[in-house]
């Protein structure tokens, strides 16, 4: 059975790297996605939901909703927050 209007996305990525100024723009938010994937990958390694997270750290769920989505832009202290919350430790390294 075909996949009537659905996409590969590994095709269709593969196909935007070849795009100079897509590939710039998505190497400029690696950092970002690396953050958000080991955040998601920690809180699914606990076993716990969205709205378990957001109790642990005192907010709403739809604040982890939209910071695992790229929703929103977190600060520092959002970060630090969730960090804990996760049993993860926040590092920076300058290049």
């Known amino acids: 059975m075909k996949n009537k209007g659905y996409v590969n996305f590994k095709k269709l990525e593969s196909k935007w790297m070849k795009d100079p100024e897509y590939k710039k723009g998505y ?6 996605y690396k953050l958000y994937e080991a955040m998601i990958e920690q809180r699914i390694k606990h076993g716990i939901t969205q709205k378990q997270l957001a109790e642990k750290v005192g907010m709403k769920q739809s604040a982890i909703a939209r910071f695992e989505s790229g929703n929103c832009n977190p600060t520092l202290s959002f970060l630090k927050k969730l960090a804990t919350a996760l049993d993860m430790k926040l590092t920076a390294t300058a290049n």
Request: glycine share 16%.
């Open 27 to 32: 190497n400029g938010l690696e950092l970002e």
